[in-house]
């Protein structure tokens, strides 16, 4: 389905195919697990010999709908749902780098995978080094060790707004023998996809603009098959080494292009076990069969809030990738050319203060700790998400302590402009 069909087809009919006399509408299979005939048959989905559903941790065929719709989506050749996009973003990692590996990450990234990355994954003994996205090759390079596995970025990083050069990092990931891991939770792949521009690997926190409407917590991580594992061997023994607790089967060897998505179910779902609810993943299709007609609508309407704001003198700064002024307007154009994404920041004259009165009084849009939905919401990542970070991450993450984050939603621009209006003039 993938290759014949466009985007906006994709969004409303990949993944679920009735057959004769089968529901229209994709099901929720809400079972735990599936029966079978014979001991013999039971057997074969345990040794990965033959593909079945048998217990919903590993498979579920509602889930495996959605994840086959966002593979199509990016492009990818299988994608894997998730609880969250946190659970997403470490099996990602994880599904690479053990105990003494290495990974090196851009340092504007969404707060809770800095501390996934930087705190808890280094208990695990995964090191991560942080480098700023923009700085030159040679200086990212610079961060790359003989133990390095992956390199990782966030298409648009959440809250900065920072475009990544995905071309720039595909390069560097490259010339060092490890994948690109993306996070393109942001654009969607309405407005980008990272594989055609050389990523390996890409994650989605879906709780956002894929579900929409803010009902379901999940995430995805999507494999496009490109990366040749076997030719970095000795860098990735999880995928081309056997696996003792699958009989010493090699995943590279069986699986050929879907190694790696097949590892990650096949074992580490298997032993972490962080799925998503069949449930959830029906609301996040439903979401994803409109995902193409609300996109345009959030660009846009975050297009002339963004306008609106950036002519207005109580307002000190605005960031958003579709203003021609901005740092990363070049960048946006080139990877995101039908727009990028529906969230703004920007600050206040006056500081911190008079951003929380701001805050403190709009109406339409809501103070939630959320991002990417159809109702506007604003948040101050440093009072709200980002509280652990100390003001020497803060700035080094790129926040500063007026950002406002707002997050345009698909309701009418007048009505949402005309609300940041009384509450400037509160
Ligand atoms: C929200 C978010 C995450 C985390 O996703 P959850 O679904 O909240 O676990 C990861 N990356 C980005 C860019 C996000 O915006």
């Not at 030719?231 to 010493?248: I, M, N, Q, R, V």
């Not at 879907?258 to 074992?267: G, R």
């Not at 604003?378 to 080094?396: F, G, K, W």
């Amino acid at each position: 389905m993938a290759k014949q069909f466009k985007p906006e087809t994709l969004c409303v009919q990949a993944g679920w195919t009735p057959k004769k006399g089968e529901p229209r509408v994709l099901p929720i299979y809400q079972s735990t697990t599936f029966k079978y005939d014979t001991s013999e048959q039971m057997a074969r989905l345990f040794d990965l010999e033959d593909s079945g559903y048998f217990y919903t941790r590993l498979q579920n065929p509602t889930n495996d709908a959605v994840a086959a719709k966002i593979a199509a989506l990016e492009g990818g050749v299988a994608a894997m749902l998730t609880s969250s996009g946190q659970a997403a973003n470490f099996y990602a990692i994880f599904n690479i780098c053990q105990a003494g590996d290495h990974f090196v990450c851009s340092s504007t990234i969404y707060g809770g995978t800095f501390n996934l990355f930087g705190v808890t994954m280094k208990k695990l003994g995964v090191d991560v080094t942080f480098v700023n996205p923009d700085a030159p090759e040679e200086e990212i390079s610079a961060a790359f060790r003989p133990n390095t596995k992956a390199l990782f970025g966030e298409t648009i990083s959440n809250p900065t707004l920072e475009v990544l050069d995905i071309e720039k990092f595909a390069r560097i990931a490259h010339k060092h023998g490890v994948p690109l891991i993306v996070d393109n939770t942001f654009p969607t792949p309405i407005n980008c996809r990272p594989f055609e521009w050389g990523a390996d690997i890409v994650v989605h926190s879906t709780t956002k603009y894929m579900d929409g409407h803010a009902t379901s917590v999940g995430g995805a991580v999507v494999d496009s098959g490109n990366f040749d594992w076997e030719a970095h061997a000795d860098k990735f023994p999880g995928l081309c080494t056997p696996d003792e607790s699958y009989h010493g089967l090699t995943y590279t060897k069986a699986f050929g292009k879907l190694a790696y998505i097949t590892k990650a179910t096949a074992q580490l779902m298997r032993d972490l076990g962080s799925i998503q609810s069949p449930q959830n993943a029906f609301l996040l299709n439903l979401g994803l069969e409109t995902l193409h007609l609300r996109m345009p609508q959030h660009c846009g309407n975050a297009q002339k809030v963004a306008e609106y704001l950036s002519k207005n003198d109580k307002v000190a700064w605005v960031n958003y990738c579709g203003l021609p002024d901005n740092k990363y307007y070049a960048l946006a154009q080139k990877y995101m050319p039908n727009g990028s994404c529906g969230v703004i920041s920007f600050g206040l004259k006056g500081g911190r203060e008079v951003s929380i009165k701001f805050m403190d009084s709009l109406k339409l849009a809501a103070i939630v700790t959320h991002v990417a939905d159809a109702r506007t919401c604003v948040l101050h990542p440093a009072s709200h998400t980002h509280r652990q970070l100390s003001d020497e991450q803060l700035l080094e993450a790129g926040i500063r302590p007026d950002l406002i984050r707002f997050s345009v939603g698909i309701e009418n621009a007048d009505d949402i402009i005309a609300d940041i209006e009384q509450a400037l003039n509160a």
